[in-house]
């Protein structure tokens, strides 16, 4: 009898806590390979999962690099996207693709998108010297817009570019007073929205275009410091946070009758604010509050305001929260003179929906489809629903749903596809839906019937957290050797060892005392089948 392979994409987040676990604060590294996170700011996409644009200072910042780090559901992808560039700022589109705004050299706008295969980078602007950021935001169908200030005239301007999917156009929103850092907004309608600071006389500016001309106000004249951030709730009222001298963080508002104003930690001295709305309305803001250079974070329940230290050492924060409304904050940190890129988030430990695994194993007469979330709850996930391939091809786009009745269950589910003929080959993917009414596609795998009912799986893997061992409880039909493979959330191979498999269920344990704390991958493979779980350490 022909034995096949079990074909199958696994897709999800690894640096994970045990599902149920306490939601708490994670904090990771991701780049710390010279002065790196300067510049940074943070998109999530429809999985949850971040995106980062950043800089690395060379020669003192005077020759800074623009980079870009990407967790892809497996480690995180870092690259230099351009030699010359910083003041960048990202965002990502409805195809969970990146696009990014910088400044350039020789003295430029530019701008940056991946298009599914590769890097596009353009000129919008020559010319053009900026004293704060840019700040970029996709409309509903695709197209960039990008606010920058633009000190290389007088006098200097606040520009606004705009990109109709052939070409660029460039309007003046305001020439007073020194307008710089600028924070960019669209609303339902695609409307832009500005705030920005009037350097020269210190104010806070907020700008806004009705469809045929830019309305400009002043939100606040008191001893205004740099920095400012804006977001839009669901009825397109702005919100802003600021820096207010030495007052501390102020969050202005303005739901229609008028700018209201709260004072948030007081007598702190702060800076580089950051600010989101989720999706019940609900201000989140992100600082850095001087002296200790202590990462906070203020948020808004409904009832009060409440402030945590997350992280000493850091600088310029950017918060976005996700579909479950957790917030994730991207930040500058470190103790040395040469910083790292870091990331905090607050939840079970996952990023993004975490797929943990989906597989399909072929039995007499039937495929069973079995699959794990271990997130569901705190990625927003409301059911998911299982689809096969009408015509058992990859090329083919149309899809079957299996399921009659949304399916909530999510740890270590199982579905069973009767509906199968020997030595066909069926393509199945899973969909979740989520509470904004999204639908995501988590993986997809493919199964070979090959009439045998030989299965291989890890059954559990305990306990979760460990510290000095872990135990792995494994059920096998090839008996005989079987490796087992642990890999750090870089991809490292940590530790490698073979286990003689005498029964079809085993259970095994493996000292991990000289592991750090932090997450890994245990792979167990056996004549050309595989599985794979997480492990967390913590000691």
Known sequence: MKRYPLALIILGFIFVSPAFATPSWHIETIDSDGDVGYWNCLALDSLNRPHISYSYQTNGGSDPHLKYAFWDGNIWQI???????????????????????????????????????????????????????????????????????????????????????????????????????????LDSNDLPHISYIAYLVADLRYAYFDGTSWQLQTVDNANLANFNSLALDTNGNPHIAYERGSSGLRYAYNLGSGWQFIDLDLGAIIQTPSIVIDSLNYEHIAYNKTGIYQLRYAHYNGITWTFEDIDPNILYPSIKTNSANLPHIAYYGGASSYHDLKYAWYGDGSLGVNLSYFQAQNKVNFNELRWSIENAEDSGIIGINLYKNKYNSKNNNIWVKLNSYLITKYIDATYIDSIVKNEY???????????????????????????????????????????????????????????????????????????????????????????????????????????????????
Not at 103 to 131: C, H, R, T
Not at 145 to 165: C, E, Q, R, W
Not at 465 to 494: E, Q, T, V, W
Request: glycine share 6%; hydrophobic share 35%.
């Open 79 to 185: 690259e230099t996207l351009d030699i010359s560039g910083d003041r960048n700022s990202i965002a990502v589109d409805s195809e969970n693709h990146p696009h990014i705004a910088y400044n350039g050299s020789p003295l430029s706008l530019k701008y940056a998108y991946f298009d599914g295969s590769s890097w596009q980078i353009s000129v919008v602007e020559s010319g053009v010297s900026m004293a704060g950021t840019t700040s970029i935001a996709i409309d509903s169908q695709g197209h960039p817009h990008i606010t920058y200030d633009d000190y290389n005239v007088m006098p200097h301007k606040l520009k606004y570019a705009s990109f109709d999917g052939v070409n660029w156009t460039i309007s003046i929103v305001d020439s007073l007073d020194g307008p710089q850092n600028a924070r960019l907004c």
């Open 425 to 539: 080959k069926y393509f199945y993917k899973l969909i979740a839906i989520m509470n904004s009414g999204k639908e995501i596609e988590l993986g997809n795998i493919s199964c070979i019937n090959i009439n045998s009912d030989k299965a291989f799986y890890i059954s559990s893997i305990f306990p979760q957290p460990a510290k000095n061992i872990i135990n792995c409880k494994l059920h096998s039909d090839f008996l005989g050797s079987l490796k087992y493979r642990i890999y750090d959330i870089s991809g490292k191979l940590m530790r490698t060892s073979e286990i003689t498999m005498t029964t079809s269920n085993l259970e095994f344990s493996i000292p991990i005392k000289n592991l750090s704390n932090g997450i890994y991958i245990i792979t167990v493979s056996s004549q050309g089948v595989h599985d794979q779980r997480r492990i967390v350490i913590t000691k």
